[in-house]
């Protein structure tokens, strides 16, 4: 059996937020749902300041307390250890939010992607609307819509339920990096399986020192992040799957 996790190397990271609109696009996320996020701190005074930027997502903690508390086990442990969600069983109690730790769990309160639900032109007789526009290029209900993240899974969620990273389960399962981690310039992120010792992801959490988030609560992220302005050397990857 598998374990993914992922490593993000804060000194190859740039804050360049290429993670965060690949995620969008790649699950074809709504206005206002957010996977892929940042933590940001400005520590010291002027002109003794140090800026940091860790990248964020759901952690697929082993001990994943969205999943032992949910009623209806919308979420689950998939394969490889991924925190998992169904949106059919999902009842938008959004007890899971309130247990996460890291506040990365989204809940839809309306339909999603109502501007391109529009029927309204922006200049009457002019242009056509956002829904035509949809409809013309042939996507479901937006026109960049990405099919591949339908399969297995729900292209796009509907109203009145959760939803959260899940390392791009769709993608892993097809032997395929999350999508966060081959969109990324600078190679800051690599992902693998951490029960092979063989794999990157096993070698630099145990070359660097690391540190996991919020990792005194025993939840067991799955996401490690080394480095900052550390100089010792490792080469560039993304990992395997």
Same mark, same amino acid.
């Given at each position: ?13 740039? %804050? ?30 002027? !002109?003794? &300041? ?12 082993? @001990? ?6 949910? !009623? ?5 442990? %998939? ?8 949106? *059919?069983?999902?009842?938008?109690? =959004? ?41 013309? &290029?042939? *996507? ?11 399969? %297995?899974?729900? *292209?796009?969620? !509907?109203?009145?339920? &959760? ?34 010792? @063989? ?23 799955? &996401?490690?992040?080394? =480095? ?14």
């Amino acid at each position: 059996m598998s374990k993914y996790a992922m490593v993000i190397d804060l000194k190859r990271c740039t %804050g360049c937020g290429g993670c965060i609109v690949a995620c969008k696009n790649e699950n074809n996320l709504s206005d206002g749902i957010v996977w892929s996020s940042k933590i940001t701190e400005t520590v010291g005074t002027f !002109p003794d &300041v140090r800026f940091a930027y860790y990248p964020t997502l759901c952690n697929h903690c082993e @001990n994943a307390p969205c999943v032992s508390g949910c !009623p209806t086990r919308a979420l689950y442990k %998939g394969e490889g250890g991924l925190t998992l969600h169904d949106p *059919g069983k999902c009842i938008g109690c =959004r007890y899971c939010m309130g247990r996460c730790p890291y506040g990365v769990i989204s809940f839809n309160w309306e339909n999603p992607h109502p501007a391109w639900r529009a029927r309204t032109e922006t200049i009457a007789q002019g242009t056509t609307s956002p829904a035509q526009v949809a409809e013309q &290029v042939g *996507g479901e209900v937006i026109p960049y819509y990405n099919p591949e993240s339908a399969e %297995g899974y729900a *292209g796009i969620r !509907p109203r009145g339920v &959760v939803e959260k990273c899940h390392f791009c389960a769709h993608r892993v399962e097809n032997e395929q990096l999350p999508y966060c981690v081959e969109a990324c310039p600078a190679d800051a992120r690599i992902f693998g399986d951490l029960d092979d010792p @063989n794999s990157e992801v096993s070698k630099l959490v145990k070359k660097f020192k690391s540190f996991r988030l919020r990792e005194e609560l025993g939840t067991e992220p799955k &996401v490690f992040y080394i =480095r900052e302005f550390n100089q010792g050397k490792n080469s560039s990857t993304k990992g395997e799957v």
